[in-house]
T-cell receptor
Framework: DVKVTQSSRYLVKRTGEKVFLECVQDMDHENMFWYRQDPGLGLRLIYFSYDVKMKEKGDIPEGYSVSREKKERFSLILESASTNQTSMYLC??????????FGPGTRLTVT | AQKVTQAQTEISVVEKEDVTLDCVYETRDTTYYLFWYKQPPSGELVFLIRRNSFDEQNEISGRYSWNFQKSTSSFNFTITASQVVDSAVYFCALFEAAGNKLTFGGGTRVLVKP
């Protein structure tokens, strides 16, 4: 079974803090994704990576950056957290781009 | 315009009732894939089905069935004889080969009451 894990289920941070969300997959997948989920908007793609050290912007990259130093790990970075980044963040990985496996999500609250 | 529209934001039913979730999509690609995912309260998205654009056969899996109609750009999902464990948020998604990414609808929350 594919396993995608995320470092925290719940996180509370203050405005202006630098925030790291970590995602690890154990299936040697090339592709990894970060989404944010907001009510009524579904999942929106922030960034994705199709190889180590490679990254591509998704639909809403503003205010975020990513890092992929190892194949199994994909980090999402909020350089200076703001209240409008309060959301559920979901990581996914895939061998083919469309067959994605999701982690349990991190619910981030920025106060 | 939204590429994937789930017009129903929330549906509430009593156990054993049938429930149909609507999904309408928009694409210019001739090759694409459609998906349904379930997100239970635990948060993790669970893959339910994938359909490619060349296969319009309807599918049934236990109490779940899917109706894919290219003529109306719809991919609807029916839960027959709903159970409390079906309570979740359900997402429809579209993968277009040209865009190389998944686009999700806004989700439909299903609440099944005992």
């Amino acid at each position: 079974d594919v396993k995608v894990t995320q470092s925290s289920r719940y996180l509370v941070k203050r405005t202006g803090e630098k925030v790291f969300l970590e995602c690890v997959q154990d299936m040697d997948h090339e592709n990894m994704f970060w989404y944010r989920q907001d009510p009524g908007l579904g999942l929106r793609l922030i960034y994705f990576s199709y190889d180590v050290k490679m990254k591509e912007k998704g639909d809403i990259p503003e205010g975020y950056s990513v890092s992929r130093e190892k194949k199994e790990r994909f980090s999402l970075i909020l350089e200076s957290a703001s209240t409008n980044q309060t959301s559920m963040y979901l990581c996914a990985s895939s061998g083919t781009v469309y067959e994605q496996y999701f982690g349990p999500g991190t619910r981030l609250t920025v106060t | 315009a939204q590429k994937v529209t789930q017009a129903q934001t929330e549906i509430s039913v009593v156990e054993k009732e049938d429930v149909t979730l609507d999904c309408v999509y928009e694409t210019r690609d001739t090759t694409y894939y459609l998906f349904w995912y379930k997100q239970p309260p635990s948060g993790e998205l669970v893959f339910l089905i994938r359909r490619n654009s060349f296969d319009e056969q309807n599918e049934i899996s236990g109490r779940y069935s899917w109706n894919f109609q290219k003529s109306t750009s719809s991919f609807n999902f029916t839960i027959t004889a709903s159970q409390v464990v079906d309570s979740a948020v359900y997402f429809c998604a579209l993968f277009e080969a040209a865009g190389n990414k998944l686009t999700f609808g806004g989700g439909t929350r299903v609440l099944v009451k005992p």
